[in-house]
């Protein structure tokens, strides 16, 4: 019984979510505005959390993220594309 307690105190901290490095670069890199080097790093930590089988609920929230950060990507193509279309028209006139 107290093995079992033991076990399941070392599992968490081994496992915890800050122990994760990639995660951490993944998060700086998502605050620093560089989204595309986030996607990676998020990536690099899903497949490395696919080998556990623990975190299956982080697993669905850095996917969810992934997701979320290619949206902004598009969306902030897609801004700059117009922005570009309506200058050329404006000065073309």
């Known amino acids: 019984m107290i093995a079992f307690f033991s076990f399941i ?3 968490s901290f081994l496992f915890r979510k ?7 670069k993944a998060r700086k890199n998502e605050n620093a505005g560089l989204f595309s080097e986030a ?4 990536e690099t930590a899903l497949i490395e959390l696919k080998t556990t089988k623990f975190h299956h609920r ?4 850095i996917g ?7 949206t902004v990507l598009n969306y902030n193509k897609n ?3 117009t922005h570009k279309t309506a200058f050329y028209v404006i000065t073309e006139k």
């Open 18 to 24: 800050n122990n994760i490095q990639i995660l951490q």
């Open 9 to 11: 105190i070392v599992r």
């Open 64 to 70: 969810n993220k992934i997701k979320l950060l290619h």
């Open 58 to 61: 982080l697993k669905s929230e």
């Open 39 to 42: 996607i990676q790093d998020y």
């Open 79 to 81: 801004i700059c594309f």
